[in-house]
């Protein structure tokens, strides 16, 4: 089956280290995505990448960084010096195209717990 | 740049009750617009989107959402709502300026939808 899939479901680290979050597609996607889930807040784009090697960065990308080299793997590392890393973390990819806007497909999240 | 209010943070409503969940937006140029739903810690499943045509546009599990131009907001609804829809909902808008276009999505503060027996 086509999917997005994202390890671990539950990540727990002591404050200070850089830990990092996995995402991998098999949909053949060129365009993926990681946003941040908090409580009341909606999702926010932390990073989007249009095409392989290269990314942007999305409204908070502070204290965060990603690569992309392969098309289907977009990591996610959490730095220290991210302030409020405790948060839900969900990663989606979707066609790519300049004419329209294609529908984005979200992985199960990975919840990370810093303390 | 584009904004998106979900008017209500929780709604409450019994089975089998008609639900409407409210969601505005602001934006400068086009927009498509979408409804995603999330149940507890998982990811998020597209419901219905609107990217042009007709405004009333039927999605997945019997939900509908209409767009309205004139008044900026996609308000999502069901006629008969069941035990199993209760959940977050996410409104999401993406501007459409022409040119290239990374299908960068805005979303709302989310609704809580608990359906009670």
């Known amino acids: 089956d086509g999917g997005i899939t994202q390890s671990p479901k539950y990540l727990f680290r002591k404050e200070g280290q850089n830990v990092t979050l996995s995402c991998e597609q098999n949909?053949?996607?060129?365009?993926m995505y990681w946003y941040r889930q908090d409580p009341g807040q909606g999702l926010r784009l932390i990073y989007y990448?249009?095409?392989?090697?290269?990314?942007q960065k999305g409204d908070i990308a502070e204290g965060y960084s990603v690569s992309r080299e392969k098309k289907e793997s977009f990591p996610l590392t959490v730095t220290s010096a991210q302030k409020n890393p405790t948060a839900f973390y969900l990663c989606?990819?979707?066609?790519?195209?300049?004419?329209?806007?294609?529908?984005?497909?979200f992985g199960p999240g990975t919840r990370l717990t810093v303390t | 740049a584009q904004s998106v209010t979900q008017l209500d943070s929780q709604v409450p409503v019994f089975e089998e009750a008609p639900v409407e969940l409210r969601c505005n937006y602001s934006?400068?140029?086009?927009?498509?617009l979408f409804w995603y739903v999330q149940y507890p810690n998982q990811g998020l499943q597209l419901l219905l989107k609107?990217?042009?045509?007709?405004?009333l546009v039927k999605g997945i599990n019997g939900f509908e959402a209409e767009f309205n131009k004139s008044q900026t907001s996609f308000h999502l609804r069901k006629p008969s709502v069941h035990i199993s829809d209760t959940a977050e909902y996410f409104c999401?808008?993406?501007?459409?300026?022409?040119?290239?276009?990374?299908?960068?999505?805005?979303f709302g503060q989310g609704t809580i939808l608990t359906v009670h027996p």
């Open positions: 989606a990819s979707s066609s790519a195209g300049t004419r329209t806007i294609y529908e984005q497909y």
């Open positions: 949909l053949n996607h060129d365009a």
């Open positions: 990448s249009q095409i392989v090697n290269d990314f």
């Open positions: 934006s400068s140029v086009s927009v498509y």
């Open positions: 609107y990217l042009s045509g007709s405004t």
């Open positions: 999401a808008v993406s501007a459409y300026g022409g040119g290239t276009s990374y299908g960068k999505l805005t």
